[in-house]
């Protein structure tokens, strides 16, 4: 898309990503695409492509580029996939996903936040993001099972609910762990069985409902 940003979008992609282990040409690509300042509210557009994370209203935030990245890396997305997501926050990731892989399913339980993904991602054009009000601890069990899925919220455990939704030989990314630092969980489900890996540190934001934290 051409906008006025096209040249620090790609200046953030050669500095911020592709030294620090980003390495998959299509995440690359859509990290280039996606405009992220149309996620943020107008005063912080200048501030959109930074190397950090946004405020995106009711205590929430979109990740630093780096981290969305790195979660939509991890995946392995090849266009074919369903992709369910939960925290849609700004649409921002969903937007992302939706470049690589066939269909996003996002799960948001804060209504005005819900409202204004959508409404970006009309403007965008992206018709193949599904979006959803619930609480996404539980899932979307009417799409399941799921090639892919995402939790860009924190929570204490793995919800049971999402690990039934991911389909065999599926990847979940998913920050695990205390409500002020947690650790990527990289789960893979092999013939049935759960296979989790450890990557690195991150600080989310509360995976709040059933499987998640109490409020
Ligand atoms: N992926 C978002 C970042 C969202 S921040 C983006 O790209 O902008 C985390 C989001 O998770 C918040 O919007 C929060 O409201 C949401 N959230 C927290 N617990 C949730 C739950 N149980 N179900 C759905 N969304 C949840």
Redesign the pocket.
């Known amino acids: 898309m051409t906008d006025g940003f096209v040249t620090v979008r790609e200046r953030m992609v050669q500095e911020q990503l592709q030294p620090r282990g980003i390495m998959d040409v299509r995440v690359l690509q859509a990290m280039a695409e996606v405009p992220r300042h149309l ?1 943020v509210e107008d005063a912080l557009r200048a501030q959109a492509y930074g190397d950090h994370p946004l405020p ?1 209203g ?1 205590d ?4 630093q580029p780096l981290v ?1 990245a790195a979660m939509t890396q991890a995946l392995q997305l090849t266009g074919t996939e369903k992709v369910l ?10 937007s992302v996903l939706s470049r690589l892989c066939e269909k996003v399913y996002t ?4 209504n005005s ?1 819900l409202a204004g ?1 959508r409404k970006v991602f009309d403007t965008l054009h992206y018709y193949n993001i599904l979006s959803r009000l ?4 539980m899932g979307w069990q009417e799409y399941a099972p799921y090639d892919a899925i995402i939790v ?2 924190g929570g204490p455990e793995i919800p049971q609910p999402l690990v039934d939704q991911l389909a065999d030989n599926g990847r979940m990314v998913i920050p695990v762990g205390e409500r002020e630092v947690q650790e990527l969980h990289f789960v893979k489900k092999i013939d049935g069985e759960v296979e989790v890996e450890k990557m690195e540190s991150v600080r ?7 499987h ?1 934290w109490n409020g």
Do not use: C
């Open positions: 996620f995106i009711g929430q935030t979109i990740s969305v997501e939960i925290g849609t926050g700004s649409g921002y990731q969903a799960v948001e339980r804060i936040l993904a619930d609480d996404g601890t860009t919220a989310f934001v509360s995976l709040i409902g059933e998640g």
